[in-house]
Nanobody
Framework: QVQLVESGGGSVHAGGSLRLSCTAS?????MGWFRQVPGKEREGVAT???????AYAPSVSGRFVISRDIVKNTLYLQMNSLKPEDTAMYYC?????????????????????WGQGTQVTVSS
């Protein structure tokens, strides 16, 4: 079992910044951030393997940065230049007990542990 607890969501104006954090109960090789709006499928935002292998959705590349502190078992998502279309519930995800994926996959099907989510709202 892996417990994931997110924090850092909130409301900002367009162009603003937020940093999300996710504290995990244990280390997992594959972790990531996903987001979902009502009526749409959950989409991969940014994922990471080990300490620095990363992948980003095209819509956030250049604006968001994923990182992790392995000692603290904490995953981060620095979100800059936020846009109204970034408004969503953001979820932290981890892959465990399945064997690691050798690349930072953005598919939600490749992760089997999820946090409770943290809301991000960006107003224009």
């Amino acid at each position: 079992q892996v417990q994931l607890v997110e924090s850092g969501g909130g409301s900002v104006h367009a162009g603003g910044s937020l940093r999300l954090s996710c504290t995990a109960s244990t280390y997992t090789y594959n972790m990531g951030w996903f987001r979902q709006v009502p009526g749409k499928e959950r989409e991969g935002v940014a994922t990471i393997i080990a300490a620095d292998g990363t992948a980003y959705a095209p819509s956030v590349s250049g604006r968001f940065v994923i990182s992790r502190d392995i000692v603290k078992n904490t995953l981060y998502l620095q979100m800059n230049s936020l846009k109204p279309e970034d408004t969503a519930m953001y979820y932290c995800a981890a892959r465990a007990a399945r064997g690691p994926m050798p690349w930072p996959t953005l598919s939600s099907n490749d992760y089997n542990y999820w946090g409770q989510g943290t809301q991000v709202t960006v107003s224009s």
